[in-house]
């Protein structure tokens, strides 16, 4: 069974940091594209930040230079460290795997950040 768990989402005040997490199980992860979406309320889900199998990145130019994707395949998990937050950064952040080839992909439940002083 495919899962991916998000953890590290929370209240944060504008200019802060935090850290998300997206453990995946059931996958061969090394083979698998990990990126990174989200979802305001009321707005389209996002695409945010993508790291291939073999470790390149990009993101949506509303983060660039503020948020760092990588992952670590020894552990099945990506992160996204986010910093410099602003208000606009608040949504439901959620983990996504794409297999290479296939292109099946699996989703996850989604952690949520909001920043607000």
């Known amino acids: 069974q495919v899962q991916l768990v998000e953890s590290g989402g929370g209240l944060v005040q504008p200019g802060g940091s935090l850290r998300l997490s997206c453990a995946a199980s059931g996958i061969s992860f090394s083979i698998y594209h990990m990126r990174w979406y989200r979802q305001a309320p009321g707005k389209q889900r996002e695409w945010v930040a993508i790291?291939?199998?073999?470790?390149?990145?990009n993101y949506v130019d509303s983060v660039k230079g503020r948020f760092t994707i990588s992952r670590d395949n020894a552990k099945n998990t990506v992160y996204l460290q986010m910093n410099s937050l602003k208000p606009e950064d608040t949504a439901a952040y959620y983990c996504n795997a794409e297999r290479i080839v296939t292109r099946r992909a699996y989703w996850g439940q989604g952690t949520q950040v909001t920043v607000s002083s």
């Open positions: 790291i291939t199998n073999v470790g390149n990145t």
